[in-house]
């Protein structure tokens, strides 16, 4: 598979430049971690120079609507109201909002309050209240290339254990982006994510986990936040995926709400946090470019 080009071939990446001024080293680089039997990046995970500059104004986007929603967002308003908030700033800004209708999910954007986990679906019947926490998770398409990010919201007075919990999930980004190396294993990311959450007495959820984004909303590789240092697939420069803990403050177990299908719980109803970025490996280590 690899090193099969010629030096003056045209690179695999779609560069337009030749293969040996482009992906030639880095082919090599592989093949050697290969041999040391890691797991490599297929081609399909790398991006080149173009589809990033597609990736990064989409992320405009989509950082633009979740400015507007941090704007707007307050106590007394429906989740529904989120709904609208993203789906008319979205089109607004020329984008297309990527949850609507994907694999069936009915809304524009996921709210998720207090113990839903992840993907919470707007409601007319969700009234945010004091001391709630919320995550809004927001998902764009901009000329044919997505992008993904979430943040938390707290409502009015919550209770400081549940504020740690917010704090505590947004530190773990930092903790797990500490890792986003060129030519290391991406579990090192989840690795450290989940020392660093156990060791704040909180846990992490093992079933859900980032995923590649860029040219379609879910791409490998799948990435986990309970995974083992050194495993899992080398993170090589052109890689996008994205780092979106689910840290539960009680018991990491989960379930699914079996009326619409989507929406996830903590078992034991206790609050849930999340934060999503989505990064690039570099040369040199990482860009984040949805915050
Ligand atoms: N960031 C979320 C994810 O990657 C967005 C899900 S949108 C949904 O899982 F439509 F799938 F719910
Ligand atoms: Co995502």
């Excluded at 007394?76 to 609208?84: A, C």
């Excluded at 789906?87 to 994907?102: C, D, Q, S, V, W």
């Excluded at 080398?234 to 994205?242: D, H, L, R, W, Y």
């Amino acid at each position: 598979m690899f090193n099969k080009l010629k030096n003056d071939a045209p690179c695999w990446c779609k560069s337009g430049k030749s293969y040996g001024e482009c992906h030639k080293e880095f082919d090599a680089k592989l093949g050697e971690l290969r041999k040391r039997k890691y797991r490599i990046p297929s081609h399909k995970m790398i991006k080149n120079e173009e589809q990033l500059r597609g990736m990064k104004e989409s992320s405009k986007l989509n950082i633009a609507i979740l400015d507007y929603v941090a704007e707007n967002i307050h106590e007394g308003m429906t989740t529904e109201e989120i709904n609208t908030l993203v789906h008319t700033k979205t089109l607004e800004l020329g984008g297309i909002p990527a949850p609507l209708n994907y694999e069936g999910f009915p809304k524009s954007v996921c709210t998720s309050i207090d113990s839903q986990v992840c993907h919470g679906i707007p409601s007319t019947e969700d009234i945010l209240e004091d001391g709630d926490i919320i995550n809004v998770d927001v998902s764009t398409i901009y000329k044919g290339y997505y992008s993904d990010s979430s943040r938390m919201f707290m409502i009015g007075n919550v209770h400081p254990e549940v504020k740690r919990l917010v704090e505590v999930t947004k530190k773990a980004i930092e903790v797990g982006l500490e890792q986003v190396k060129p030519w290391k294993p991406i579990g090192n990311v989840g690795a450290a994510i989940n020392e660093y959450v156990q060791k704040e007495g909180f846990s992490v959820v093992r079933e859900i986990g980032g995923h590649g984004v860029g040219i379609e909303f879910h791409e490998d590789p799948y990435v986990s936040y309970v995974s083992d240092w050194n495993t899992g697939v080398i993170m090589a420069p052109g890689m996008a995926f994205t780092i979106e803990p689910m840290v539960n403050m009680g018991s990491a177990d989960i379930f699914i709400d079996e009326d619409n299908g989507w929406t996830v719980y903590t078992d034991d109803n206790m609050p849930s946090a999340q934060w999503e970025v989505t990064v690039v490996v570099t040369e040199d280590g990482y860009e984040v470019i949805t915050w």
